[in-house]
C-alpha cells in the first residue's frame, strides 16, 4: 500500500493551493480516503473524508466552505482543493486509508505554509 501526497507549498493568505495524492498497491474504490493534518507542534487534525465513488463528502468545521475533497477512482487519485487560506491551515497535511476502526494507512505527508 502507497500514498503519495504532492502539492504543497508555500502561499499567501487568501490564496489557493490544489493538494494530491496518488495509490497504489491496493483496491482504491473500495475505502475510503481522508485528509488529516497536522499543526506545529499540535495534535492530529481530521480535515476531510471521502466516500467510495465519491458520493458523500465530509468535513471539519473549520475548512467547511474552504476546502473540497474529490477522487478519480480511474486514477487512484484523491484531490483536496483549498481555497482562501488562512494562516491557522498551516501544517503537515497526510492522506490516509480509511478502515471502519480509523486509518490503517498514512502517506509520508506535503507541507502547506500559509504566510505573507
Not at 493551493?17 to 480516503?33: E, H, K, P, Q, V
Request: charged share 20%.
Amino acid at each position: 500500500v502507497q500514498l503519495v501526497e504532492s502539492g504543497g507549498g508555500l502561499v499567501q493568505p487568501g490564496r489557493s493551493l490544489r493538494l494530491s495524492c496518488a495509490a497504489s498497491g491496493f483496491t482504491f474504490d473500495s475505502y475510503w480516503i481522508s485528509w488529516v493534518r497536522q499543526a506545529p507542534g499540535k495534535g492530529l487534525e481530521w480535515v476531510a473524508t471521502v466516500t467510495f465513488r465519491g458520493e458523500e463528502t465530509s468535513y471539519a468545521d473549520s475548512v467547511k466552505g474552504r476546502f473540497t475533497i474529490s477522487r478519480d477512482n480511474n486514477k487512484s487519485t484523491v484531490d483536496l482543493q483549498m481555497n482562501d487560506l488562512k494562516r491557522e491551515d498551516t501544517a503537515v497535511y497526510y492522506c490516509a486509508r480509511v478502515r471502519y476502526y480509523g486509518v490503517d494507512h498514512w502517506g509520508q505527508g506535503t507541507q502547506v505554509t500559509v504566510s505573507s
